[in-house]
């Protein structure tokens, strides 16, 4: 599977932006998909994921309620809307994937995912 994602940019604090990733290479809808996002002298951290089927989505608690995952299984692509940034968000945000039978699970630890895009930086100004 190859992940390219996109994106990324400079963006005021309380501004938003949305990240896309287009994944090629394998049936999309056997994939469970995540956004994990690394800051400079940090550990790599989980943000969001989403089943295959896309009903089901889970959060860092440092972004529930500001950001949303979503999958266009017709576009091969998934997506990060993020509103409401903080200083705090900026990061290198990579997307995953996770080949996987099951339908209803997503996955927030990094060792689980099987395939990793190149990341796109988000820096959010005060």
């Known amino acids: 599977v190859q992940l390219q994602a996109s994106g990324g940019g400079l963006v005021q604090a309380g501004g938003s932006l949305r990240l896309s990733c287009a994944a090629s290479g394998r049936t999309f809808r056997g994939l469970a998909m995540g956004w994990f996002r690394q800051a400079p002298g940090k550990e790599r951290e989980f943000v969001a994921g989403i089943t295959r089927s896309g009903i089901s989505t889970g959060y860092a608690d440092a972004v529930k309620g500001r950001f949303t995952i979503s999958r266009g299984n017709a576009k091969n692509t998934v997506y990060l809307q993020m509103y409401s940034l903080k200083p705090e968000d900026t990061a290198v945000y990579y997307c995953?994937?996770?080949?996987?039978?099951?339908?209803?699970?997503?996955?927030?630890?990094?060792?689980?995912?099987?395939?990793w895009g190149q990341g796109t930086l988000v820096t959010v100004s005060s």
């Open positions: 995953a994937a996770k080949e996987t039978v099951y339908t209803d699970y997503y996955y927030s630890e990094t060792s689980l995912y099987d395939y």
